[in-house]
């Protein structure tokens, strides 16, 4: 199958999109957060589609993309007022909320929960899309499974060239890093994923915000979770990645110390300097924490080869974006954290 990669700024491109998701074909879509691999969310044979594109594990749910917020009545029912509310304040964007799921959804969509995860993207020619499909778009992150996510559409080529027929290059994504994810199932909202709308800005709608396990700890894989695609292993490229916390100088320290031929840095851009003969890759800038959240996903993407031995990589502290990035990059070690101020 060859696979065309159209830009979203040409004519045909919405149409074509809209034409192959309503025949049950796989579209790769831009979106603000990074590129997802979208299918008729309603049609179970496309989403079987979906899974089998990125060898995603069957138990792992979809988020459904829909063009106008009000659709959200058409696929869950029992929505509380707070779920208005973070309509009102945080949509169009990387919000995803988890409600009861309405009959028209089919059970491989949900991956057999009785609730439905949705979202309204921030990307005007992904809205046009979906818009003009008349259907609600079923779309993971384009990714192979278990790889780092796509924020461009040559990481969506990289991953699906000759099994997808189109690709739209809507350019690099803004936010860089997945949908934050809320449940409004329970009394409390849940936070099960972090991402482009900080835990601060949804407690100052929602009031009160638990936030789930499987965001601070690495979680069994035969555990029972609430959002079953955060037990998986994510975002990592192949080797052995482990983060080295603490201040620049006694990180660079203690890196510069452990470095062997083969490995590799993955640092703040101000830090470059220090790292001088230790083959680093800057992903962004400390200082401006947006542009690690951007950057993340490229940098992983990059040291996803196999000549690298091992990454030691820096992870910006705080909340707002940077509590996102914590989360993608802790994952990514699989939780293993030196700390440079008391290692040897
Ligand atoms: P991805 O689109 O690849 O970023 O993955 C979607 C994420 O949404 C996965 O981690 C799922 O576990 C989560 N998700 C989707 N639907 C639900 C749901 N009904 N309940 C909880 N989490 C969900
Ligand atoms: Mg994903």
């Known amino acids: 199958m060859e696979t065309l990669v159209i830009s979203a700024n040409d004519k045909q491109c919405a149409e074509t999109a809209a034409e192959l998701l309503k025949q049950g074909q796989l579209v790769a879509l831009p979106t603000e957060t990074v590129y997802g691999l979208g299918a008729d969310g309603l049609n179970p044979e496309a989403v079987a589609k979906i899974f089998d594109a990125k060898g995603r594990p069957q138990d792992n749910p979809l988020i459904l993309h829909i063009a106008d917020p009000k659709d959200l009545e058409k696929l869950c029912h029992h929505i509380p007022e707070s779920a208005w509310r973070l309509v009102e304040t945080f949509w169009p964007g990387p919000l995803t909320m988890v409600l009861p799921a309405k009959e028209i959804v089919p059970k491989c969509t949900t991956a057999g929960l009785p609730t439905v995860a949705v979202r309204c993207p921030d990307n005007e020619i992904t809205r046009q899309i979906i818009a003009l499909a008349g259907v609600p778009i079923a779309a993971p992150s384009a990714n192979l499974s278990g790889k780092p996510s796509t924020t461009t559409a040559q990481h969506v080529l990289n991953d699906h060239k000759g099994n997808i027929p189109m690709i739209v290059d809507g350019g690099a994504c803004r936010v860089g890093v997945e949908s934050t994810i809320v449940d409004l199932t329970e009394d409390t909202p849940r936070l099960l994923r972090p991402g482009g709308i900080t835990p601060e800005q949804l407690q100052a709608v929602l009031g009160e915000l638990t936030v789930d396990k499987a965001v601070t700890a690495q979680i069994d894989k035969d555990a029972v979770v ?106 990514a070690a699989a939780f293993q954290i030196i700390d440079g101020e008391a290692a040897v």
Do not use: W
């Open 226 to 331: 609430k959002a079953p695609g955060m037990k998986y292993k994510h975002y990592a490229p192949q080797c052995q990645v482990v983060i080295v916390s603490g201040s620049r100088e006694k990180a660079a320290e203690y890196i510069r110390r452990h470095y062997t031929s083969g490995d590799r840095v993955l640092c703040f851009q101000e830090e470059l300097p220090l790292y001088a003969g230790c083959n680093p890759l800057s992903y962004g800038k400390e200082a401006d924490v947006a542009t690690l959240s951007a950057g993340l996903f490229d940098a992983l993407r990059q040291l996803d080869d196999p000549s690298v031995h091992k990454v030691y990589a820096r992870c910006p502290v705080g909340g707002g974006i940077a509590y996102a990035v914590q989360n993608r990059l802790k994952k």
